[in-house]
């Protein structure tokens, strides 16, 4: 090959890989909420939360409805808190209670209102990955996964049309497709703590990504031998 068009050719090859190097967030322009809660400590690649019951969460300035978001999550100190639904009588329970104990979640196609969305779950007490899907629906898949205090772990998460994803240091963890309706089909996009950790979300990427449509899963009928 004449050297022009080697060079050329190399040229082009780099640049195609750099398109698929996905930019960093700036975490700067990411919003705290609800009203009153505060990073830590924030920097344009990184976010130190902390919050007590309730979570709180750092909102993306822009929610793609189809999305994968990749990020590096230390949990920095753990869980204190423990609380879960049903351990006192509640004849109206709020529907966006949550069981303590996770110290991290990503939240997808949230509600402002912070009544309804998707939470990826991360739990060093419980060994934990979860996908909850509320108020309707729980704890849609919850998988073991070896998470350590003070440990960095690059974490992914997708929403596809109805499936989700979650990766844990490049492990596929959890494959669900959500067929619940009716379908939650937009919201938000953020980062969050509860039950009084410290996290440090870093290196965080956020990509619009093409809808899936899973095949439809057979019915089943049983037939009853005369």
């Known amino acids: 090959m004449p050297k022009p068009l080697c060079t050329l050719v190399v040229a082009l090859l780099l640049m195609a890989a750099a398109t698929t190097v996905s930019a960093h967030e700036d975490l700067t322009t990411w919003q705290p909420t609800p009203a009153g809660f505060a990073p830590q400590a924030r920097s344009a690649d990184a976010v130190t939360l902390q ?9 993306a300035p822009r929610a793609p409805v189809n999305c994968e978001l990749a990020a590096t999550l230390t ?4 869980a204190t808190q423990f609380e879960f ?5 509640s004849a109206w329970p709020d529907p966006r209670f949550e069981d303590r104990g996770f110290e991290a979640a990503v939240l997808l196609r949230g509600s402002a209102e912070g009544d309804r969305g998707y939470r990826l779950q991360f739990s060093t007490k419980h060994q934990e990955v979860a996908l909850v899907r ?6 849609l898949r919850s998988v073991a996964c070896p998470l350590r205090v003070q440990t960095p772990h690059r974490v992914r998460v997708a929403a596809l ?6 990766w844990v240091d490049d492990r596929l963890l ?6 619940r309706e009716p379908a939650l089909v937009d919201g938000l996009v953020a980062l969050g703590t509860s039950s009084n950790a410290r996290v440090t979300f870093s ?7 093409e809808p899936e449509t899973p095949a439809r899963s057979e019915e089943h009928t049983s037939e009853l031998q005369s």
């Open 51 to 59: 919050r007590g019951q309730a979570w709180g969460w750092l909102q």
């Open 75 to 78: 949990v920095d100190s753990p």
């Open 85 to 89: 639904f049903g351990v006192t009588w």
């Open 134 to 139: 509320y108020p309707d629906g729980g704890y």
């Open 161 to 166: 049309g109805p499936v989700l994803r979650v």
């Open 174 to 179: 959890i494959e669900h497709v959500d067929r």
């Open 203 to 209: 290196q965080v990427t956020l990509d619009a990504r």
